[in-house]
């Protein structure tokens, strides 16, 4: 079984960068597709990002965030470039097979969870 930890959080001033990491351990990521979700206070979680046999984002974090994967590091990364302080959450990482070949947009389908790391934008 997996197991995700989140790291990288903070906070930053609008328009400031973060990099999160997702590092598992107990099995390798190349058998996943690993997706970000952030969740605010008092909203329902946000599908941010994912990257599987296809990349893609989501509408608030297009053109500003990018998600990338280091195989030998067993890690996903989510580099945030101009913050704003919409982007204030929860962020979290999970996994789904690789073979998943519904929406990644999703949340249901992932099975396995980080704990989650807060970053806080300020304006």
């Known amino acids: 079984q997996v197991q995700l930890r989140e790291s990288g959080g903070g906070l930053v001033h609008s328009g400031g960068s973060l990099r999160l990491s997702c590092a598992a351990s107990?099995?390798?990521?190349?058998?996943?597709?690993v997706g970000w979700f952030r969740q605010a206070p008092g909203k329902v979680r946000e599908f941010v990002a994912v990257?599987?046999?296809?990349?893609d984002y989501g509408e608030r974090v297009k053109g500003r965030f990018t998600i990338s994967r280091d195989n030998a590091k067993n890690t996903v990364y989510l580099q945030m470039n101009d913050l704003k302080p919409e982007d204030t959450a929860v962020y979290y990482c999970?996994?789904?097979?690789?073979?998943?070949?519904?929406?990644?947009?999703?949340?249901?389908?992932?099975?396995?969870w980080g704990q989650g790391t807060q970053v806080t934008v300020s304006s």
């Open positions: 107990g099995r390798t990521l190349r058998t996943y597709a």
């Open positions: 999970a996994v789904v097979e690789a073979e998943y070949g519904g929406d990644f947009r999703d949340m249901d389908p992932y099975d396995h």
């Open positions: 990257h599987g046999w296809k990349t």
